[in-house]
């Protein structure tokens, strides 16, 4: 069965440091979103993206996060300079392109601890 | 903006007992309906979704959920809870632009007594 994978799964930096996250959606989908998840809090959307462009983000998506589609598989999530309070757990999510298949699949989720 | 309210931030149920877990949601037209279950250490797995139709939808693992658009509700349900069962569950929204977007509660995490 098709899955969402991410690397690495514990990403381990020092604040003011730049993160590149990874995350290969499932192959035939078009729509690619990732959320946080501050420990103990609720899953958070960060930012959705098709076609090669942001569709939506929220405010948290602020100027020093960017992503990006370098090649038809990975899909990144960029932290410019981190910050104690950027310390989550990331996940990957992504759907098909059809207007009824809403549901997103998401990825095992990389735990990212600033320090 | 849409929202999502999970009243019960934890529960505690026995093995066989039924279990039933409340979402109340905020949204400005027809809801796109998810229960989402993440064990420690992983993912979000998705139980059951709604976008239409029969009220009444079924999931994997025996969930079970109900749309009720008069109490703006989408509970889970599951007639005899297992052991496996025991992990967190987040009910969500999704949104109908084309970002789709998906508003997630805070969470109910379920504890499963032998």
């Given at each position: 069965?098709?899955?969402?994978?991410?690397?690495?799964?514990?990403?381990?930096?020092?604040?003011?440091?730049?993160?590149?996250?990874?995350?290969?959606?499932?192959?035939?989908?078009l729509y690619?979103y990732?959320?946080?998840?501050?420990?103990?809090?609720?899953?958070?959307f960060?930012?959705s993206?098709y076609?090669?462009?942001?569709s939506e983000k929220s405010?948290?998506?602020?100027?020093?996060?960017?992503?990006?589609?370098?090649?038809?598989?990975?899909?990144?999530?960029?932290?410019?300079?981190?910050?104690?309070?950027?310390?989550?757990?990331?996940?990957?999510a992504?759907r098909a392109a059809r207007v009824m298949l809403h549901e997103q699949?998401?990825?095992?989720?990389?735990?990212?601890?600033?320090? | 903006a849409q929202s999502v309210?999970?009243?019960?931030?934890?529960?505690?149920?026995?093995?066989?007992?039924?279990?039933?877990?409340?979402?109340?949601y905020s949204y400005g037209a027809t809801p796109y309906l998810f229960?989402?279950?993440?064990?420690?250490?992983?993912?979000?797995?998705?139980?059951?979704k709604y976008f239409s139709g029969?009220?009444?939808v079924?999931?994997?693992?025996?969930?079970?959920?109900?749309f009720?658009r008069?109490?703006s509700?989408f509970?889970?349900?599951?007639?005899?809870?297992?052991?496996?069962?025991?992990?967190?569950?987040?009910c969500a929204v999704g949104a109908l632009n084309a970002g789709n977007m998906l508003t997630f509660?805070?969470?109910?995490?379920?504890?499963?007594?032998?």
């Amino acid at each position: 069965e098709p899955e969402v994978t991410q690397t690495p799964s514990h990403q381990v930096t020092q604040m003011g440091q730049e993160v590149i996250l990874r995350c290969v959606p499932i192959s035939n989908h078009l729509y690619f979103y990732w959320y946080r998840q501050i420990l103990g809090q609720k899953v958070e959307f960060l930012v959705s993206f098709y076609n090669n462009e942001i569709s939506e983000k929220s405010e948290i998506f602020d100027d020093q996060f960017s992503v990006e589609r370098p090649d038809g598989s990975n899909f990144t999530l960029k932290i410019r300079s981190t910050k104690l309070e950027d310390s989550a757990m990331y996940f990957c999510a992504s759907r098909a392109a059809r207007v009824m298949l809403h549901e997103q699949f998401f990825g095992p989720g990389t735990r990212l601890t600033v320090l | 903006a849409q929202s999502v309210t999970q009243p019960d931030i934890h529960i505690t149920v026995s093995e066989g007992a039924s279990l039933e877990l409340r979402c109340n949601y905020s949204y400005g037209a027809t809801p796109y309906l998810f229960w989402y279950v993440q064990s420690p250490g992983q993912g979000l797995q998705l139980l059951l979704k709604y976008f239409s139709g029969d009220t009444l939808v079924q999931g994997i693992k025996g969930f079970e959920a109900e749309f009720k658009r008069s109490q703006s509700s989408f509970n889970l349900r599951k007639p005899s809870v297992h052991w496996s069962d025991a992990a967190e569950y987040f009910c969500a929204v999704g949104a109908l632009n084309a970002g789709n977007m998906l508003t997630f509660g805070g969470g109910t995490r379920l504890m499963v007594k032998p």
